[in-house]
């Protein structure tokens, strides 16, 4: 597109931080912009403007949002800041007061509008086209299907609730729409993801809606089956462990869904659980992982945890490093608890000193790793679907249905014929370390 474009239409920059949740986001107002005619630009120089997409969560994850907005402001002047940072307006003001508008996460309209006031649009139809699946900021062969914004729950030390406001489902039939577009388009994998995709449909009642000549249901499952028709891997992020997602393990024995499930437990002591007020903190978790391992051996369980909650207690710590050993994780991320803005967690009993949260935190990582390497090399000597991410002079790297991108492992891979990128091809695992395999790609 960019040779054929005017050489009047105006350029954005776009900088893009945070979660998957704002990297949607982020493709939506580009998609936008682009409909409208606006070119995205490489850099903050050659651009009309500038718009930096913000991540509140973590205060870290504020000074990394105002460093960026500080950058595009020396390197180009004109800014407009969005996302969850957007939400504290008066904390950006302070530090930048020239930016030109503030909104906070999903104000698609007020940052349209921003961008509009600031470099209006040059509107050429024949010329602006986009796309029918949008613009993805993914490579081609995954993309991330948000299926609902905000949260009914109130964690302790989250305050995304406050940022982006309670659970809004989307109905089953247009999450479907956006996925059966994007399959179309190429994409291979797709990615679902939300703030509590078991929650999925709680807010609207379960409401059902027609996709392929069937009323269905918007429910966690349903959701998943339907999802599971479409012939691409589809894998499932941030579920919590109720009972209803029992039935999920169906789809994965048969192959319609991939046996991968983003669990973010972040802890296992049911008393640190209780005060962080986490979601099914109730339910006997173990005793569920186990049923599902036996149901889907090679399901691959990937889950965080905050070490050095306040009042954590030698003793919880240790209820959930026997957790740890217990459940066998597969892909642990492991976060040093610390205190964001606004959050209730703060006032809770005393903080940990950093040096016991440090220390706790090595401990973890340790029990973990041992446990991740362990898990990993029973896959060597075994054949596994692989998608290509990148191919290189060294050989390909993919990820194997056990593997999320960005966030788990890698597969290198050794190959006596060009591999494609977003190609699924079969490879011989030979090696393993705690987190990366290797192998040879084998079958024509
Ligand atoms: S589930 Fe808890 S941590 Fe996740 S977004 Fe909701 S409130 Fe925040």
């Known amino acids: 597109m960019a040779e054929l474009a005017p050489k009047t239409s105006p350029r954005i920059s776009f900088v893009s931080l945070g979660c998957p949740k704002a990297l949607v986001d982020s493709e939506r107002i580009i998609t ?31 000074a990394e949002s105002l460093s960026a907005i500080g950058e595009a402001l020396a390197e180009n002047g004109k800014v407009v800041v969005t996302g ?8 950006i003001r302070a530090v930048h007061p020239s930016v030109l508008a503030i909104s906070g996460p999903q104000q698609y309209e007020s940052v349209l509008a921003a961008v509009h006031e600031a470099v209006p649009p040059q509107h050429d139809p024949f010329l602006d086209l986009v796309p029918e699946h949008g613009i993805k900021l993914t490579p081609r062969h995954y993309a991330y299907l948000k299926i609902s914004e905000g949260c009914n729950n109130r964690c302790t030390f989250c305050i995304i609730p406050k940022l982006r406001g309670d659970l809004v489902s989307r109905p089953l ?8 577009r994007l399959v179309a388009a190429g994409v291979k994998e797709l990615l679902v993801i939300s703030q509590d995709t078991s929650a999925y449909g709680v807010d609207i009642k379960y409401a059902e809606s027609l996709w392929r000549d069937r009323e269905r249901s ?8 339907a999802l599971g028709e479409l012939g691409a891997w589809v894998r499932l992020h941030y579920v919590y462990p109720y009972p209803h997602v029992d039935r999920v393990m169906d789809l994965m024995a048969s192959g319609k869904v991939l046996p991968y499930l983003d669990i973010p437990f972040q802890h ?30 090679d399901l691959t369980l990937r889950s965080t945890f905050i070490v050095g909650f306040p ?30 803005a606004g959050a209730p967690a703060n006032a809770l009993a005393d903080p940990v000193p950093d040096e016991v949260k440090a220390e706790r ?10 446990i991740s390497a362990r898990r990993l090399k029973r896959k060597v000597g075994t054949r596994q679907q692989v998608i290509i991410d990148s191919v290189g002079p060294a050989g390909a790297i993919g990820r194997t249905k056990g593997d999320a991108p960005e966030i788990d492992g890698r597969v290198h891979i050794a190959s006596r014929r060009p591999l494609r990128v977003g190609e699924i091809t079969s490879v011989k695992i030979e090696a393993a370390d705690a987190y990366d395999l290797r192998g040879t790609a084998v079958g024509f």
Request: proline share 4%.
């Open 361 to 370: 935190y090595d401990r973890f990582m340790k029990t973990q790793q041992a």
């Open 218 to 225: 918007a429910r966690f499952f349903d959701l998943a089956e």
């Open 32 to 62: 936008r912009l682009r409909a409208e005619g606006y070119e995205l630009s490489r850099g903050h120089d050659g651009a009309d403007l500038v718009i930096v997409n913000t991540c509140g969560f973590l205060d870290s994850a504020k």
């Open 84 to 91: 969850c940072m957007g939400a504290e307006p008066e904390q």
């Open 311 to 340: 009042g954590e207690t030698e003793a919880e710590f240790t209820e959930l490093l026997d957790f740890l050993k217990e459940a066998e994780l597969d892909r642990v991320g492991c976060f040093k608890f610390e205190p964001v």
């Open 268 to 297: 296992a002591s049911p008393t640190v659980l209780k005060r962080m007020k986490r979601p099914a903190s109730q339910e006997k978790t173990l005793a569920r992982v186990q049923a599902w391992r036996a149901a889907v051996p």
């Open 173 to 180: 039939a247009e999450v479907m729409r956006e996925a059966e």
